[in-house]
């Protein structure tokens, strides 16, 4: 226990502001309670003193002062637990101590502790935020009293610490509500823009179909009487090369058409007639068709000659359109275990790794992959109506090459 008494004159002026210190709690482990008595008496102090030593969790450490001065400056240097205070001082007052005391340390608890109080006076202290009163005959109450003070202030103190966490834990919701209203909006804006994208891209797609079909349509009326005009001049000037050669490319041209219409009604491509037929010869035609090289190898599969010829017309068609040249692609063959491949084989430009998984899908088009945006598509779906397989892969040195995999009659056998 320290007893304090006196401290030095009007060292703070009266009223002069100072740092509001905040509530730091009951002491701690093994600290004093510190409490500032602003009494006139000596003996009305120690009296306090003795009713409150051995009465409380904790050892207590208490500062005198007389008046005022000496009360502000006790505010401002002793940073205290708790305040006592006489009601009536020669020079000063109980409530007007209160009053400074509220200013500067609003949670720390004031008690007064009189000699005499009436009870409306009483009443009226308490009204205006003094935390109790104890006379001076009744000193027992103190400590009690002290022990009720300190641990309101604490639950006052742990309440509002629990609703500012609330506070701040509903903006903190309120921010995070706000931010999630925001998203939903972007997200309801881009679904927006994504249902016109997609209606677009449906319109559009509708309209290429519709061309499709309609030009199918347009062109079957040319090559029936390109073909009617081919059989009249056979009968009139006799069977030649040339007009045979013209009635294939009539033939092929007639069934691409019938391809394009079928794919323009999402079909898959049909009219495919199997029998055993020698494959060198069609990779032959071809290559005298469009001036490249074919080998001499002639493996024999079952197939329809007429789609094999259109697959590796498309597939020539577009390695001479990539690559510039026909001297920059060739034809080659190659066996493997129960299939053959044939290989169309460019130095063109190639086709880039990102493009290679879209260029056999329908209506895609790209300089890259050198697509028509069928061509590919029809060949791919031939090609798996046989059996077989169709991918492009990176040519060595520079190019593209697309290989055609078709079963061999022995692997069917088996």
Do not use: C
């Not at 609003?106 to 935020?129: K, N, Y």
């Not at 323009?264 to 049909?270: D, K, N, Y």
């Not at 169309?344 to 990102?354: L, T, W």
């Amino acid at each position: 226990m320290t007893i304090e008494t006196g401290l030095a004159e009007a060292s703070v002026a009266p009223g002069a502001p100072t740092a509001v210190p905040t509530w730091e709690g009951t002491p701690g482990e093994g600290e004093a309670l510190r409490i500032l008595h602003l009494e006139d008496s000596e003996l009305d102090h120690e009296l306090v003193v003795l009713n409150l030593d051995g009465e409380l969790p904790w050892p207590v450490d208490v500062t005198r002062v007389e008046d005022e001065a000496g009360f502000h400056e006790g505010l401002a240097t002793t940073r205290p637990h708790l305040i006592l205070s006489d009601f009536a001082l020669p020079s000063y007052d109980g409530l007007s101590a209160y009053r400074a005391a509220h200013e500067r340390l609003p949670l720390v608890p004031f008690i007064i502790v009189t000699g005499a109080m009436g009870e409306e006076v009483a009443v009226d202290t308490l009204r205006q935020g003094v935390t109790d009163y104890i006379l001076k005959q009744r000193l027992e109450r103190l400590a009690p009293a002290v022990r009720r003070a300190l641990n309101e202030v604490e639950a006052r103190v742990s309440r509002e610490r629990a609703e500012q966490a609330v506070r701040e834990l509903n903006t903190s919701l309120q921010a995070r509500l706000e931010e999630v209203e925001r998203l939903r909006n972007v997200a309801e804006r881009q679904s927006q823009r994504l249902e016109v994208q997609a209606k677009q891209l449906e319109e559009a797609l509708n309209m290429q179909k519709t061309f499709l079909a309609e030009t199918s349509h347009e062109l079957r009326t040319p090559l029936t009487a390109l073909h009617g005009y081919l059989r009249r001049a056979e009968r009139e000037v006799g069977g030649s090369q040339t007009l045979l050669d013209a009635q294939r490319v009539a033939e092929n041209m007639t069934r691409l058409v019938n391809d394009l219409l079928q794919l323009s009604r999402g079909e898959l491509v049909q009219s495919i007639e199997m029998h055993f037929m020698n494959l060198g010869n069609v990779l032959r035609q071809v290559g005298r068709d469009f001036g490249v090289r074919a080998p001499d190898d002639d493996p024999e599969i079952v197939g329809d000659p007429g789609r094999l010829t259109q697959v590796f017309m498309n597939l020539v068609t577009n390695a001479v359109r990539v690559s510039g040249s026909p001297d920059l692609v060739h034809l080659e063959v190659g066996h493997r275990p129960g299939e053959v491949e044939v290989r169309v084989v460019d130095r063109g430009p190639g086709v880039p790794d990102h493009i290679k998984p879209k260029i056999f899908d329908k209506f895609y088009r790209g300089k890259e992959a050198g697509s028509a945006g069928l061509g590919l598509t029809i060949a791919q779906q031939v090609v798996v109506a046989h059996g077989g397989s169709l991918d492009v892969v990176d040519t060595p040195g520079g190019g593209a090459t697309f290989r055609v995999r078709l079963p061999t009659p022995e692997e069917e056998d088996e």
